[in-house]
């Protein structure tokens, strides 16, 4: 597809649901959402809060009480939704999640905003935070309905899903050349050659199992000021809490889930007092050991490489100088 045919794909996806996508707002891009094709950056690495916002809300009532009536579900109507211009990593992380709310224990507020919301993939650039290649997160096979490869002056696509095929009928569009598949396979390996960052992922398992006795922790632990930050930008971070509230009239009141952090200590306080993870020291380890398990269901890291922990850390604390420090001084 020609680039200058992006706007219809554009006016298509509009017909299937609400436009977000990434938008740039000073320093740095959020999804939002959008009219205009100009008004989002394809060129963008990363947003600071990445798509689980749309599934995970940061904060939603689950459920109301009424002291006559009882209790009821409080399910909002459901609004479908194209995320468009999702990166390998991010895609990769929205099926780790998936794993979680839908596979395992499925969650009836995730599954059905995922049931109505379009994934529009994008090919991209790594900056030097990036480590993707390093989490094998670097290119998504699945996970999306469509997914766009830049190929320079125009797209190759890849369809993902029957609703994706469907979608792009009646579109112009043309199998890809020979030259075209030559640039694509050329674009992919110079992009694979640009990373800068590699983290020692293989030795992931062999770090967590020897986490809590290393003094290699302790110059970032002082560093670290359990801000929890980096699990608030985490696309795999899933952490929350739920509280519940009571009218006045003590006849009402309702359930309320947020998102919360495993970095603050309130996270792990429970009741008497007591607290499983009462250090900084404690949060932070776990919180490595967290990210360096495998999903069982994706065979994936809970990590996947996309940079935000360590971009939007106010102490610079970089997660792979961590991880490879703490290796170097295990082994």
């Known amino acids: 597809m020609g680039k200058d045919e992006l706007a219809k794909l554009i006016e298509k996806l509009r017909g299937w649901g609400e436009l977000h996508g990434p938008v740039k707002k000073g ?20 947003t600071m809060i990445p798509p689980k916002k749309y599934f995970t809300r940061p904060r939603e009532a689950i459920m109301g009480v009424n002291l006559r009536k009882g209790y009821e579900l409080l399910e909002e109507d459901p609004k479908r939704i194209v995320l468009f211009g999702l990166h390998a990593c991010d895609i990769n992380a929205m099926k780790i999640m998936d794993s979680i709310y839908i596979d395992e224990f499925p969650d009836p507020y995730y599954a059905e905003r995922r049931r109505n919301s379009f994934i529009v993939g994008l090919s991209c650039i790594p900056d ?52 075209s598949l030559k640039k694509l396979a050329d674009s992919e390996r110079k992009r694979s050659s640009m990373f800068k960052k590699e983290l020692l992922s293989s030795h992931l398992p062999d770090i967590a199992d020897s986490l809590h006795d290393s003094d290699a922790w302790k110059e970032y632990i002082d560093r ?108």
Do not use: Q
């Open 27 to 46: 320093k740095f891009h959020s999804f939002e959402r959008f009219d205009s094709i100009d008004e989002i950056d394809l060129n963008y690495t990363r």
């Open 128 to 179: 030097e935070e990036c480590f993707c290649k390093s989490m094998g997160t670097d290119y998504a096979y699945d996970g999306f309905d469509l997914f766009l490869h830049d190929i320079g002056d125009a797209y190759i696509i890849r369809v993902g899903t029957e609703r994706g095929l469907e979608l792009i009928r009646g579109l112009d569009l043309k199998k890809p050349s020979k030259d």
């Open 224 to 331: 670290c000021l359990g801000c929890g930050s980096c699990t608030l930008v985490c696309p795999t971070c899933r952490c929350y809490d739920v509280s519940e509230y009571v009218d006045l009239n003590m006849e009402n009141g309702f359930r309320m889930r947020r998102w919360d952090s495993c970095f603050l200590r309130s996270h792990a306080l429970v009741a008497g007092g007591l607290n499983f993870r009462p250090t900084r020291a404690d949060r932070f380890v776990h919180r490595y050991n967290c990210k360096s398990a495998v999903n069982r269901v994706t065979n994936l890291p809970y990590c996947v490489g996309c940079g935000r922990c360590t971009v939007f850390c106010p102490a610079e604390i970089d997660h792979v100088e961590v991880l490879n420090s703490v290796w170097g001084v295990v082994r």
